[in-house]
């Protein structure tokens, strides 16, 4: 039994011996990864705290800007309604323009009718002023008979139921056309 001890203590030395080394590697290799791990860690927690403060200034940010919409929403909703206003005016106005055109058209053809209408009553004119002339000058010749035949002496008298129809046709045929 003492060499069953012996082999024992042997083996149990032995152990030990390839275990010391054995468990000081996997020591210094937990302590590295630990010191690793913690270096990770921390970078990683500095990158968070990074990123956290990048986010809560962006979230300062759209807070500022959260606290503007309902001002800008009351600004659109103002341009909306003066849009609407300024589309009602201008339909308004459109209308007027329209009416104002055929307005325009209207008296446009009526200053046509009426210059065609001058004109023909300046060409008329034209002729009552011929004409005119003309019954002035038959007018002195008549005078000019008249006065020769006054001193003619009296002249003989017509039936008096012929003359003023004779008169009246001719004061009819010679009237304005």
């Given at each position: 039994m003492d060499e069953i001890a012996r082999g024992l203590v042997a083996a149990l030395v032995t152990i030990l011996a390839i275990g010391a080394p054995i468990t000081k590697y996997f020591l210094?290799?937990?302590?590295?990864?630990?010191?690793?791990?913690?270096?990770?860690?921390a970078q990683d927690i500095k990158d968070k705290n990074?990123?956290?403060?990048?986010l809560e200034a962006r979230i300062?940010?759209?807070?500022?800007?959260?606290?503007k919409v309902p001002a800008l929403e009351r600004q659109v909703a103002t341009l909306f309604r003066?849009?609407?206003?300024?589309?009602?005016?201008i339909d308004g106005l459109t209308d007027d323009l329209g009416k104002a055109q055929k307005e325009n058209q209207r008296l446009?053809?009526?200053?046509?009718?009426?210059?065609?209408e001058n004109t023909r009553l300046f060409?008329?004119?034209?002729?009552?002023?011929?004409?005119?002339?003309?019954y002035r000058s038959a007018l002195a010749?008549?005078?000019?008979?008249?006065s020769e035949k006054a001193e003619a002496g009296p002249p003989e008298r017509a039936p008096e139921s012929a003359a003023p129809e004779s008169n009246e046709q001719e004061i009819k045929s010679d009237g304005p056309s």
């Open positions: 210094t290799r937990l302590t590295r990864l630990e010191k690793q791990a913690e270096t990770r860690h990074a990123q956290i403060a990048v300062s940010t759209l807070e500022e800007q959260a606290k003066q849009i609407d206003e300024q589309t009602t005016r446009l053809t009526r200053n046509d009718e009426l210059l065609a060409e008329a004119n034209k002729a009552l002023n011929v004409e005119t002339a003309t010749l008549f005078a000019d008979k008249v």
